[in-house]
């Protein structure tokens, strides 16, 4: 499958962006999805993953209720609703997805085998 993330911009903090991750080959609701994002300098990490059909969701602690990650599989995508936008959310966002996560595995890059390009989000202060 081949994923294109897009979407980012610069958005004053406090403000919301919404990235979308569009899929292409093969049939992208069989597939999780995670996103993940990379400040420079720092290592990529974890942001939201979303399941097969959506069921179960995950986040990391640092965007709990600003961040929310949904699928529309008619449309082959994935979207990151990202609201109350702070300076340290500034990163660039990747989209990653894989047939098969293992419980557990939706919070590492390793759980995912094709990833897309990313998007940079920039959040002014």
């Known amino acids: 499958v081949q994923l294109q993330a897009f979407g980012g911009g610069l958005v004053q903090a406090g403000g919301s962006l919404r990235l979308s991750c569009t899929a292409s080959?093969?049939?992208?609701?069989?597939?999780?999805v995670g996103w993940f994002r990379q400040a420079l300098g720092k290592e990529r990490e974890f942001v939201a993953a979303?399941?097969?059909?959506?069921?179960?969701?995950y986040y990391a602690d640092s965007v709990k209720g600003r961040i929310t990650i949904s699928r529309d599989d008619a449309k082959n995508t994935v979207y990151l609703q990202m609201n109350s936008l702070k300076p340290e959310d500034a990163a660039d966002y990747y989209c990653?997805?894989?047939?098969?996560?293992?419980?557990?595995?939706?919070?590492?890059?390793?759980?995912?085998?094709?990833w897309g390009q990313g998007t940079e989000v920039t959040v002014s202060s």
């Open positions: 979303i399941s097969v059909s959506g069921g179960r969701t």
């Open positions: 080959g093969r049939t992208f609701s069989s597939y999780a």
């Open positions: 990653a997805a894989n047939r098969f996560v293992p419980n557990g595995g939706y919070y590492y890059a390793t759980g995912y085998g094709f």
